[in-house]
């Protein structure tokens, strides 16, 4: 059972009211349990790979850490998340390739970051 508060961007349908708990200091608070179609959404976010590499630090990062709490094996996502790192390090190594200045400063920072995201991906998993 989740409080309110977190299920504020859940999609209709996939959380429904289970019952109510006091409040801290406020009113009562009303507890959702996750429903069919809400654990379906959850398991498909769940492997589902970040965009950005930035995100690596954040959210595929809270990924990996309920995938273990839920004893379930991160292989796939790891795999699908270094698919997803691939193009964009051709795209960086270009990009640094091409910059001058301060720019391959920064497009080299960008590359490196990459590739340690994607080293990250074969260590994680053993």
């Known amino acids: 059972m989740l409080p309110i508060g977190s299920v504020r961007s859940v999609d209709p349908g996939e959380h429904e009211p289970s019952g109510t708990e006091p409040g801290r200091g406020g009113p009562q608070r009303t507890l959702f349990t996750v429903t069919a179609s809400g654990r379906s959404a959850v398991d498909e976010w769940l492997m589902r790979p970040v965009e950005r590499i930035r995100d690596i630090r954040t959210e595929f990062l809270v990924k990996l850490a309920l995938l ?8 796939p996502l790891l795999d699908a998340q270094a698919e997803r790192i691939k193009p964009i390090i051709a795209s960086l190594r270009e990009q640094r390739d091409q910059a001058r200045g301060f720019e ?21 998993g053993r």
């Open 68 to 75: 273990e709490r839920i004893t379930t094996d991160a292989r």
């Open 104 to 124: 391959h400063v920064v497009a080299s920072w960008r590359y490196e970051t990459a590739e340690a995201a994607l080293r990250l991906m074969r260590t994680a």
